[in-house]
């Protein structure tokens, strides 16, 4: 069992259920689109659940407007989101692929801010 409490992802049976799975396009338009919902989400949930996550919301409260969108459009990561009531209710970022050397390695590291 990981530190993250799995029982918050239980709803009440009369909640509506009904989500979209949309993965957020690298395009200039689709970034702009979801970054304000995609940060108020994230930084959501660093409050409200932080040991679900290696980061902190001190660090991320601080990251500037080009930080979001630059997550967002990083080539090497894939973000999915869950929309329900046009909110974003989850959120789902992939990386990869992964390095082969170590040199890559580090430059990935370093990339991906």
């Given at each position: 069992?990981?530190?993250?409490?799995?029982t918050?992802?239980?709803?009440?049976?009369?909640?509506?259920?009904d989500?979209?799975?949309?993965?957020i396009?690298?395009?200039?338009?689709?970034?702009?689109?979801?970054?304000?919902?995609?940060?108020?989400?994230?930084?959501?949930?660093?409050?409200?659940?932080?040991q679900?996550?290696?980061?902190t919301?001190?660090?991320?409260?601080?990251?500037?407007?080009?930080v979001?969108?630059?997550?967002?459009?990083?080539?090497?990561?894939?973000?999915?989101?869950?929309?329900?009531?046009d909110?974003?209710?989850?959120?789902?970022?992939?990386?990869?692929?992964?390095?082969?050397?170590?040199?890559?390695?580090?430059?990935?590291?370093l990339?991906?801010v």
């Amino acid at each position: 069992m990981s530190k993250c409490d799995s029982t918050r992802l239980l709803c009440h049976p009369s909640i509506d259920m009904d989500f979209e799975i949309v993965q957020i396009p690298h395009d200039d338009a689709s970034i702009r689109k979801y970054v304000e919902q995609y940060k108020a989400f994230r930084l959501h949930s660093l409050k409200t659940a932080p040991q679900c996550f290696g980061s902190t919301y001190a660090r991320e409260i601080a990251f500037t407007d080009d930080v979001w969108y630059d997550r967002l459009a990083n080539s090497k990561a894939t973000t999915f989101v869950a929309i329900q009531s046009d909110r974003i209710v989850c959120t789902l970022t992939t990386i990869g692929p992964l390095p082969s050397t170590a040199e890559e390695y580090v430059f990935g590291l370093l990339s991906f801010v």
